[in-house]
């Protein structure tokens, strides 16, 4: 067997939302999330918790600090109750300390939580 041998670690945190359990009334609905100042990241993505009886048939509009993203729904349409998270990668150029998100989506959908994943990569272990 070959030993591998790493040279350096990765981190991944999770930066969320206070925001939870917000019922769709057909406009854009603002969430904020902090991450600490100075975070480096190398990937970053978008995890938007989403509930909706019917299912859903229209992909999720967002923004992330004026970056405009859609998310595939992919066979949402087919659940009588739609419950799961959905992700979409963001750029890591576009991660600040302060960060805007707004989500719009398909009338009836609550959105249930909203969080940043971001992945850095130090420099040595």
Do not use: C, W
């Amino acid at each position: 067997k070959k030993k591998i041998q790493p040279t350096q670690g990765v981190h991944q945190n999770r930066y969320y939302a206070r925001k939870t359990v917000v019922k769709n009334t057909g406009k854009p609905i603002l969430f904020k999330i902090t991450t600490p100042q100075g975070a480096t990241a190398t990937q970053a993505r978008l995890v938007i918790g989403v509930h909706r009886t019917g299912g859903l048939d229209t992909p999720l509009k967002t923004t992330i600090n004026n970056a405009t993203m859609t998310i595939d729904v992919g066979i949402a349409d087919e659940f009588t109750d739609f419950f799961a998270p959905l992700t979409a990668p963001v750029p890591p150029s576009v991660i600040q300390e302060n960060n805007i998100i707004t989500v719009t989506a398909q009338t009836g959908t609550t959105i249930t939580s909203v969080q940043l994943v971001i992945t850095s990569t130090p420099t040595s272990l």
